[in-house]
C-alpha cells in the first residue's frame, strides 16, 4: 500500500506513524492496530494522505469522542487566531493552571526604552517574562530572530530594574535548530510545539486539562470569535457560562448549545 | 488651492513641502519658485496629491535630468528588490565609495551560535557588523524588534571573539521612534531614509554618487533585474560595460542601449 504525500511524493505506508499519532493521544494499541487495519482494508492500494488522516479522525472520533477533539489540538490553537493576543490569554491561563501565578501584559521600564511584555509569571520565587509568538499558520517556524530579539528585550529590563528576570518565548509552532541551541545558551525558556520533551505546549495543555474553546467540534469560526471576544478561551470557562449566556455570547440556537454543552462536558476538567 | 490625499482628506496646497523636496535633490529656490507657479496656474482648484506629484517631476525633469533622477531616488532604492541580497551589494559599494572597505556576507561564530551578517565593514580601525533591512514597500518601518535582535547578535559574536564589532543597522525605509531611541542608546549606528541628518542613506548616496542602476528613466523591471544579476547594481559599473555587454546582459535593441548611456552618463561620478 503507497502513500501520496501532499507534495506528490509516493512512500509505502508507515504504520508506526500511525500508532504514534494514537499514542500521543492516549489511545490504547489496541485502538491503534484497529486503525491500522482499517486503513488497509477499506483505502485503495494508492491513497492520498488526506484520506488516511481522515479515516484515523473518524476512528477516533468513534471509539473515544476525547480523544477525537485532542486530535484536534493542533489546529483549534491556530484558530484562536488571526490575531495574537487570544493566544496569550490562552498561554496565561495554562501557567496558572500549571502553578503559576501570570498577569498579562505587563509594561517595564528598560535601561533604552520601555518595553511590553506578554504574560509576568511567577512560580517559587522565579519571575519570568514571557513573549508569546502565535503563527496562525503552521509551517511557520520561530526563528532565531525572534529569540535573540526576546533576550535583548529582557537583557534591557534586567539592567534597568537590576534584577534576574527570565525570558520565556511560547509559541503554537516549532522552532527552528539555532533558535533552540541559541536560548538553551542564553537561558531562554520555550515552550513550542512538540518542545522540549515532557514540557512542550501540549503536555503543559494535557497536565493542566486547559483545552481551548477552539477544540469543540461542533463550534464555528463565527461562534469561537464571539466567545473569545469575552474572554472565554478555556473549556473550562465554557462550562462556567449558563444556557441563557452561551446563548446570548455566540448566538447560537437552543439545540446547538445543548451540543456544545455536551462536548465540552466530555472535556470538563476532573480537578 | 486644495489637495485631495491619498486617504481622500482635504487640505490646503502647502507650497513648503515642495520647496522642500526641490532643495533635498539640490534645485534651485527659482526652480521651486517655477514648480509653485506652474502647480497653481495649470492645476484644478480641488486637485488629487498625485496630479501635483507628476507636474513636480515633469517640470524637475524638464529643468535639469540629473535631478530628475534623483527625485525618483526611493522608488529607485526599492526596485532592487524584491529580495534583500541586492540591496546588500548595494550598500556595500556605497560604504566603500564612502571610504570604508567592505566585506559581503560573512559567518562569525558566537558564544552560542554561528551568525551570518551581511556586511563587514572596517574604517579607521573600527570594525562594523551591518544588518541590512530591506523593505520593498516604503510604508513598512523597520521597528524596535530589528533593533533588539541586531545587538543581540553582535553580542553574541563579540563574547566569542573578544571583539568590540559595533552594530549597524541599514535600511532603506523609516525606523519606528522606539527603535532610534534604544538604538541610540545601545550605540547601534543606523543609516536610513531622512535619518540620522546628514548621515542618513540618501546623504550617503549623494556624497558618494553611487546611483542604483534601477535610477535610469529608461530602463524596465526585466532590464534591472537581469543586470543586477550580474551584479550591475551601480550606474557607475554599468558605464563600465561596453554596449555589446549590456545588450548581452540586458537584452534591449542598440537604440535602448543608448538612451539608458546617456541617462547614466548623466550621473556620471565626477570622482
Known sequence: ??????????????????????????????????????????????????LIYKTLFDEVHRENPVLGCKLNLKKAISELGPTGFPFEQYFAKVLEHSGYSAVLPMLFEGKCVQHEMDVYATKGGDEYLVECKFHQYWQKKSDIKTALYVYAKVLDINEKNKKQFKPWIATNTKFSMDAV????????????????LGESLENLIEKSNCYPITILPSGTREIFQRLIAEHVVLVEDFLKLSKEEIQKISGV????????????????PTR
Open 1 to 50: 500500500m503507497f502513500v501520496i504525500k501532499k507534495n506528490g511524493e509516493i512512500e509505502p505506508l508507515q504504520e508506526e506513524k500511525i500508532k504514534t499519532v494514537v499514542a500521543r493521544i492516549g489511545g490504547s494499541l489496541e485502538l491503534a492496530n484497529k486503525i491500522v487495519e482499517k486503513v488497509k482494508t477499506s483505502l485503495p492500494d494508492r491513497v492520498p494522505v488526506e
Open 181 to 196: 541551541d541559541y536560548s538553551h545558551c542564553q537561558g531562554i525558556k520555550i515552550t513550542a510545539w512538540k518542545h522540549p
Open 253 to 268: 440556537s437552543a439545540e446547538k448549545c445543548e451540543y456544545l454543552l455536551q462536548e465540552a462536558n466530555l472535556l470538563r
